[in-house]
């Protein structure tokens, strides 16, 4: 294995942690992980050694009284956006699972215990690769939430500062810039249900702040196109191509050193 890595820890509800499935109308399946491409660190289930990437990405990663996702992933981004990552920079990444369907944002704050397991396994990440000799390039969080304050009606300004808040910590802890995949739309019946204002928010706080960078606004469009499973999730061709789109965007805008480019 190479000695030199990208760690990245993938936070974030539902559509980080993946429901990605395949039927008869959509049968693209996840891709297969480019050999030596990704590696995941399992904090929670065997923090002693690294395992190569597979899907459900996270799977084992449930912690009671911590992020625990109730063994609900099925596929996910991950795959792609490693494989893409590493078609373009030639550096394996170690992920690290860390999300949690239908969280909001005020359940990422400091002190909470999604946000306080998320630092403790980033930590154990960045020892675990410390103690055997492995340099850490970048430490970067790779985060998807926002459907559920879209539910709740969060207004804009309050989300910005819950994020600010969550992603000052995170910094604290060690991460350097933050991946922001911005979510999608509402795909249920409820007429007074409109994600519009936190993809909004997002794109704000992607211009105000250095450190996040807008790497993706794909999920979008996956209604207009079909690719929605349910009112909030996607099939796994939609998880593919945000998945790669993001790390394409991603290595593009922190080459720029970090200009939004993927935002304009």
Known sequence: ???????????????MAGRGIVDA???????RLT????????????????HVLREPFGLQEDRP????????KTGSLA??????WFAQTGVPVVGVSASKGGSRIEEWLPGSRYLTDAIERLRAARGYLAGRGWTVRRCLV????????????????????RFEQMFSALRRAGAEDCLLIQIGCYNGSDPNIDYAPIRQAQQELCRKL?????VSGAFAGMKARGLMKDAFHYYQQAYNEVGAEAACNAVRVLRAGGLNAAAR
């Not at 294995?1 to 974030?12: N, R």
């Not at 795959?79 to 893409?84: L, P």
């Open 79 to 84: 795959t792609a956006f490693v494989n893409t």
């Open 210 to 214: 250095a450190h996040v960078h807008l």
């Open 1 to 15: 294995m190479e000695s030199t890595v990208d760690l990245i820890i993938f936070m974030g509800q539902s559509n």
């Open 142 to 161: 790779l985060w998807c939430q926002g459907e559920s304050d879209g539910d709740a009606g969060t207004p804009r300004a309050v989300y910005q500062k």
């Open 65 to 72: 009284g911590g992020i625990d996702d109730l063994r609900m």
């Open 35 to 50: 050999r030596g491409a990704g590696y995941e660190y399992r904090a929670v289930s065997d923090p002693e050694n690294l």
């Open 25 to 31: 109308a959509h049968p693209q399946p996840a891709p």
